[in-house]
């Protein structure tokens, strides 16, 4: 009989891919994303990819919060600084859970396997709260960099569509 690990090992790529996906579908832009493969045509598609695929191997392998910090990073990098809310900018790290479940369940040989998934859906949930924790610390360093733009009267400078601008902006419609 095949096992979890064996079955992860198989569907690798397709479950990464489906990820990735997932993940490249919440952007207005998405069809381009999903498309290019250069990493430098498509910095936000490559990064995914890059950032997804090792994140599936240490979730999958139930390591600890500390050692997936790098990749979710890498990901939430990006997803902080764009329009998300933090609930959007993690929603792809809980798609995993269903994404594994559909290719398992697609394959005959490993549909058993769905019924094992218990210690992979808490490393995804640990992998969520630890995004989060990334997402918080990356949203805190903008917001500390748009104080010490206000403190030093450099945002009269940068008055244009720097990501600190537009938070000002925000600030002023949150106000309306």
Request: aromatic share 12%.
């Amino acid at each position: 009989m095949i096992d979890l690990a064996e079955g992860f090992r198989n569907h690798k790529d397709k479950i990464v891919s489906q990820w990735v996906d997932y993940a490249l579908s919440t952007y207005s832009s998405s069809r381009f994303f999903k498309i290019e493969q250069n990493k430098f045509a498509n910095p936000i598609g490559g990064n995914f990819r890059e950032a997804f695929a090792e994140l599936f191997d240490l979730i999958s392998n139930g390591e600890d919060s500390e050692k997936i910090v790098a990749p979710l990073e890498q990901f939430i990098s990006i997803r902080s600084v764009q329009q998300f809310t933090p609930s959007q900018a993690l929603a792809p790290l809980n798609a995993l859970k269903h994404i594994v479940r559909e290719v398992f369940k697609k394959d005959k040989e490993r549909a058993h396997l769905i019924q094992e998934l218990y210690d992979f859906d808490f490393s995804v949930d640990l992998a969520l709260l630890a995004g989060f924790d990334v997402y918080m610390r990356f949203r805190e360093r903008l917001y500390q960099v748009r104080i010490d733009e206000i403190k030093s009267g450099s945002h009269i400078l940068t008055d244009s569509r720097c990501p600190s601008r537009m938070l000002k902006n925000d600030e002023k419609e949150v106000i309306s």
